[in-house]
Each structure stands twice: as structure tokens, then as C-alpha cells.
């Protein structure tokens, strides 16, 4: 297994749930968490591209290979691979490939609107070019509960617009930071989120690459 991954984060909530995923499932992997919120305040503000420069900074300095955790970065983030020359992984890849191979009919949670064009053209490219419908569904008031530090409102949220979805074939938890609702639904949908996945494609791919 790789030596050592950075987790590149626009939220600290986000480091104790994938400290947790190594301790269960990659005892052997070293992480290395990199917190910056200000990248998603100002991509919801002025569009992904606009954080590309500090992005491109911040990911140098890393070393590589590099996991983003943010679903609004991610697609930009893993544009940057090339000129970086060792991995860049969106953690929501793997959730998204497993979601179209579940069936076409995906229904898509998020609790900012800002993730839904990103991981939506991430779906498309997961399908290769097979029908593909996905009905985005923005979880209300979700996002305040999460910047006022209410984890457990937060979760339940998500959990309640996850089974109120109808006619679906698996629903997508669109932010690593929805992943614990999973754990709450009651619907027999498929429910996929992106932490557990995307940690272990991150550390096999920095393996390999």
C-alpha cells in the first residue's frame, strides 16, 4: 500500500471520518490531512476554476498523490494531475461509477447547490454515453444546520430527503460529509455515499501510479 496520502479537505469534519475508515479498513496507511474551507467558499462564489491557481499551489507542495474530499473541487482537482505528474483522485468517483452500474434512474441529494453540475458531469462520464436520468435533489435548510455545527440535524435531514425519494434506482449522497446518513434511512433504495470508496481507490491508485 502507498506510504503516505494527502486528504485535501474544505472542512475539518471531514478528518475524523476518514481517520476512521483507515483505522477499520487500511491500518497500514498513512494519511495526511490538509484542511483549506476558504476553497469552497469562494468556489460556490465564483465557480470552481476560480480556486484552480491556489489549488494548483496547494497540491504542488503535497507531494502527491493527493484524495480531494470536496465534490466541488474534486473535477478541477483531478484536472490538475497531468501537470502535476502523480495522482489527483475525487473522492467521489468510485460512488459514482458503482451508482451508474446500479441502474440508470439516479436520484442525486446534495446540501449545496454547487455540487450538483460537477458530480452530475462526473455521472454522465462514469456511464460512457448510456442513458443516464438524474433528478438532483437539494436537501433544504441541510447546509445551515452543518456551518451552526448541528451534525445530528444535519444527518437527519439527508436522511429524511433520502426517503422521500421515489422512483429511483439508487440514490447518490453527493458530499462525503452526508456519508453518515446512509446509516439512517430506512428506504430500501440503494443508497451510496463516497468516503469508503473513495479511500481505498485513492490508496491503490497511489500505490500503483
Request: proline share 8%; glycine share 10%; with cysteine.
Amino acid at each position: 500500500m502507498v506510504s503516505g496520502l494527502t486528504l485535501l479537505h474544505t472542512s475539518p469534519v471531514h478528518v475524523p471520518v476518514f481517520d476512521a475508515l483507515r483505522e477499520r479498513d487500511h491500518p497500514e496507511a498513512v494519511l495526511r490531512h490538509l484542511v483549506v474551507p476558504d476553497l469552497l467558499d469562494r468556489a460556490r462564489a465564483r465557480g470552481p476554476e476560480s480556486v484552480v491557481p491556489e489549488l494548483l499551489g496547494l497540491l504542488r507542495e503535497s507531494g502527491g498523490p493527493v484524495l480531494v474530499t470536496c465534490s466541488t473541487i474534486g473535477a478541477v482537482a483531478e484536472s490538475l494531475a497531468p501537470a502535476l505528474g502523480f495522482p489527483v483522485l475525487r473522492v467521489d468517483r468510485p460512488m459514482a461509477a458503482e451508482a451508474v452500474r446500479t441502474g440508470p434512474r439516479i436520484a442525486l441529494l446534495a446540501t449545496v447547490e454547487s455540487t450538483f453540475a460537477p458530480t452530475g458531469a462526473l455521472l454522465a462520464e462514469e456511464a460512457g454515453g448510456r442513458p443516464l436520468s438524474v433528478r438532483t435533489h437539494l436537501v433544504p435548510g441541510a447546509w445551515d444546520r452543518f456551518e451552526a455545527g448541528d451534525a445530528a440535524g444535519y444527518l437527519a435531514a439527508v436522511a429524511g430527503a433520502a426517503d422521500a425519494v421515489t422512483d429511483a434506482d439508487v440514490i447518490v449522497l453527493a458530499q462525503a460529509s452526508m456519508a453518515a446518513a446512509a446509516g439512517l434511512v430506512r428506504t430500501r433504495l440503494p443508497v451510496l455515499s463516497s468516503p469508503a470508496p473513495g479511500l481505498a481507490a485513492a490508496l491503490a491508485e497511489g500505490h500503483t501510479g
